[in-house]
C-alpha cells in the first residue's frame, strides 16, 4: 500500500489522537499509519471515494466534515480511519475507506481503549466504502482501528441495514466477531420516486391537506407565497443568512442553540453551503409570502439522496403552518427531481412534523464491534455504554416530567 496523505505532516497515529491531544509531527513510513488527521487526507480522492461510495452520507462529504472539523463548537480536531489501495495503472493511491473518528474519552467522557464515529453535525455517521470494493475497505477500517490501540469501534448512527452495515457484518462473521446494536430507531424517510401528490394525499388524508391549503391562502394575505430553491454558491450564501436569521429568531434561538449564536457553527456553514452548492451538493429552500421569508430550510444532497438538515421558521406565521407548507413544497420539489430516489429527514423519533408527512421509515442505531474475539475489555466497554444510555433515559424523563408541570 502507499500513503495517500502528507508525510511530511503525519507519523503513526493512536488512540490518542483521537481525543484531540496535539502531539508534534514526525514522517512515517507508508504502512505505518493507523489514524492521521482529517485535515491531511487528500480531498480529491476523497471526493472520488464519495462519488463511488456504497451508501451515500451527505455529512461525510470533504466539503462538510472539513468545514465542521475546522471550527464547529465541540466538533474539532477530528482523526481518521482510512482504507487504501495501489491503482494497477501508475501504482498511485485510492481511497477506498474513510471514516471519521474521535476517542471514546472525548465522545462520551468514558476513559476506555475505543474509537468512536466522529460527529459530523448530522444525524448520519455512515463511513464511506467504495461500492466495488466495501467489505475490503471495511476490513481495512477495523485493522486500522486495532493498529491504532483501540479494542472496539463504535460506529454512531448508521443504517442498520444499509450497504456499508452489511459490509461491515460480512467482514464480522468471517473474523468470529459479533457486533451488539447499542441503541436503535426508526427514523422518517420521503420515497421520492412517486409522486408527491399521490403520496401527500396518503400522508395527510383529503382533510388534512384541505385545512393546509386554507393555512396557505390565509398564509397569502400578506402577499403572494411563493417556494425558492437556491443552488447556486452565491445564491446559497445569501439565502443561508436569511435561514440563520429565522433559524435564531426562534425557539433554538430562546434555547442559545442556532447555529448563528455560536461563532464557530456559523463559520462552518458558512464555509460549507457555499462549497457544496458548487457541487451541486446543497441547496437552501425558502418560503415567501411576497418578500418576507417564512420558513427556510437546508437541504443536502449525496448521489440518489437528500438530507434534510435543518428548518427555520418566522414564528410569528405559526398559526398558518410554515414548516409543514415549505415541508410540502420541499416534498413536491424533490419527488419531481429524477436524480433524486429518497430523502433521508435526519428527524428525532416521533417527530410531530415530519413524521405525518414522510410515511417512509428505515432503523438507525449505535453499533458495538469489538476487534478481538473473546476480550473482556469489549464487555466492560459495553456495560459501560449501556449504563450511559440508562442514565440518559433517567435525566431525558425528569426533564420531560418537570416541562409538564
Given at each position: 500500500?502507499?500513503?495517500?496523505?502528507?508525510?511530511?505532516?503525519?507519523?503513526?497515529?493512536?488512540?490518542?489522537?483521537?481525543?484531540g491531544?496535539?502531539?508534534p509531527?514526525?514522517?512515517?513510513?507508508?504502512?505505518?499509519?493507523a489514524?492521521?488527521?482529517?485535515?491531511?487526507?487528500?480531498?480529491?480522492?476523497?471526493?472520488?471515494?464519495?462519488?463511488?461510495?456504497?451508501?451515500?452520507?451527505?455529512?461525510?462529504?470533504?466539503?462538510?466534515?472539513?468545514?465542521?472539523?475546522?471550527?464547529?463548537?465541540?466538533r474539532?480536531?477530528?482523526?481518521?480511519?482510512i482504507?487504501?489501495?495501489?491503482?494497477?495503472?501508475?501504482?498511485?493511491?485510492?481511497?477506498i475507506?474513510?471514516?471519521?473518528?474521535?476517542?471514546?474519552?472525548?465522545?462520551?467522557?468514558?476513559?476506555?481503549?475505543?474509537?468512536?464515529?466522529?460527529?459530523?453535525?448530522g444525524?448520519l455517521?455512515?463511513?464511506?466504502?467504495?461500492?466495488?470494493?466495501?467489505p475490503?475497505?471495511?476490513?481495512?477500517?477495523?485493522?486500522a482501528?486495532?493498529?491504532?490501540?483501540?479494542?472496539a469501534?463504535i460506529?454512531?448512527?448508521?443504517?442498520?441495514?444499509?450497504?456499508a452495515?452489511?459490509?461491515?457484518?460480512?467482514?464480522?462473521?468471517?473474523?468470529?466477531?459479533h457486533?451488539?446494536?447499542?441503541?436503535?430507531?426508526?427514523r422518517?424517510?420521503?420515497d421520492?420516486?412517486?409522486?408527491?401528490?399521490?403520496?401527500?394525499?396518503?400522508?395527510?388524508?383529503?382533510?388534512?391537506?384541505?385545512?393546509?391549503?386554507?393555512?396557505?391562502?390565509?398564509l397569502?394575505?400578506?402577499?403572494?407565497?411563493?417556494?425558492e430553491?437556491?443552488?447556486?454558491?452565491?445564491?446559497?450564501?445569501?439565502?443561508?443568512?436569511?435561514?440563520?436569521?429565522?433559524?435564531?429568531?426562534?425557539?433554538?434561538?430562546?434555547?442559545?442553540?442556532?447555529?448563528?449564536?455560536?461563532?464557530?457553527?456559523?463559520s462552518?456553514?458558512?464555509?460549507?453551503?457555499?462549497?457544496?452548492?458548487?457541487?451541486?451538493?446543497?441547496?437552501?429552500?425558502?418560503?415567501?409570502?411576497?418578500?418576507?421569508?417564512v420558513?427556510?430550510a437546508i437541504?443536502?444532497?449525496?448521489?440518489?439522496?437528500?438530507?434534510?438538515?435543518?428548518?427555520?421558521?418566522?414564528?410569528?406565521f405559526?398559526?398558518?403552518?410554515?414548516?409543514?407548507?415549505?415541508?410540502?413544497?420541499?416534498?413536491?420539489?424533490?419527488?419531481?427531481?429524477?436524480?433524486?430516489a429518497?430523502?433521508d429527514?435526519?428527524?428525532?423519533?416521533?417527530?410531530?412534523?415530519?413524521?405525518?408527512?414522510?410515511?417512509?421509515?428505515?432503523?438507525?442505531?449505535?453499533?458495538?464491534?469489538?476487534?478481538?474475539?473473546?476480550?473482556?475489555?469489549?464487555?466492560?466497554?459495553?456495560?459501560?455504554?449501556?449504563?450511559r444510555?440508562?442514565?440518559?433515559?433517567?435525566?431525558?424523563?425528569?426533564?420531560q416530567?418537570?416541562?409538564?408541570?
Open positions: 500500500m502507499v500513503e495517500i496523505v502528507d508525510l511530511a505532516t503525519v507519523r503513526r497515529a493512536s488512540i490518542d489522537d483521537a481525543s491531544r496535539r502531539v509531527a514526525r514522517a512515517a513510513s507508508p504502512s505505518s499509519h489514524l492521521v488527521p482529517l485535515t491531511a487526507v487528500a480531498a480529491s480522492l476523497w471526493r472520488r471515494l464519495a462519488e463511488s461510495a456504497v451508501e451515500p452520507n451527505g455529512y461525510y462529504l470533504p466539503d462538510w466534515e472539513l468545514a465542521v472539523n475546522a471550527s464547529a463548537r465541540g474539532t480536531g477530528t482523526s481518521a480511519l482504507a487504501q489501495i495501489e491503482t494497477e495503472k501508475d501504482g498511485a493511491a485510492r481511497l475507506g474513510l471514516m471519521p473518528v474521535v476517542a471514546m474519552s472525548r465522545a462520551y467522557k468514558i476513559p476506555l481503549p475505543a474509537l468512536v464515529s466522529g460527529h459530523p453535525y444525524t455517521c455512515t463511513p464511506l466504502l467504495d461500492r466495488d470494493m466495501a475490503d475497505a471495511a476490513a481495512q477500517l477495523l485493522q482501528a486495532r493498529n491504532a490501540g483501540a479494542r469501534l460506529l454512531r448512527e448508521v443504517v442498520l441495514d444499509g450497504a452495515m452489511k459490509a461491515f457484518d460480512k467482514v464480522l462473521r468471517q473474523e468470529d466477531l457486533p451488539r446494536v447499542l441503541q436503535s430507531h426508526l422518517a424517510s420521503l421520492a420516486t412517486r409522486g408527491a401528490e399521490e403520496l401527500l394525499r396518503e400522508a395527510l388524508g383529503t382533510k388534512k391537506l384541505k385545512e393546509l391549503r386554507r393555512q396557505r391562502h390565509r397569502a394575505q400578506y402577499g403572494a407565497v411563493r417556494f430553491v437556491a443552488r447556486r454558491p452565491e445564491a446559497v450564501a445569501a439565502a443561508l443568512e436569511t435561514f440563520l436569521r429565522l433559524e435564531a429568531s426562534g425557539w433554538k434561538g430562546k434555547r442559545g442553540t442556532a447555529l448563528m449564536q455560536d461563532d464557530g457553527d456559523a462552518f456553514i458558512r464555509r460549507a453551503a457555499p462549497a457544496l452548492a458548487a457541487n451541486s451538493q446543497c441547496e437552501i429552500v425558502t418560503l415567501h409570502a411576497d418578500i418576507m421569508p420558513a427556510a437541504v443536502l444532497r449525496h448521489q440518489d439522496r437528500a438530507f434534510y438538515f435543518k428548518l427555520g421558521i418566522d414564528e410569528r405559526a398559526k398558518f403552518s410554515p414548516g409543514v407548507q415549505l415541508t410540502l413544497e420541499l416534498t413536491r420539489h424533490l419527488c419531481a427531481d429524477p436524480a433524486i429518497s430523502a429527514s435526519m428527524a428525532s423519533p416521533d417527530h410531530p412534523m415530519i413524521n405525518p408527512i414522510w410515511r417512509g421509515r428505515f432503523a438507525i442505531g449505535d453499533v458495538l464491534i469489538p476487534l478481538r474475539r473473546g476480550d473482556p475489555v469489549v464487555t466492560l466497554i459495553h456495560t459501560a455504554l449501556m449504563l444510555l440508562k442514565l440518559r433515559e433517567i435525566a431525558r424523563s425528569v426533564v416530567v418537570v416541562r409538564g408541570r
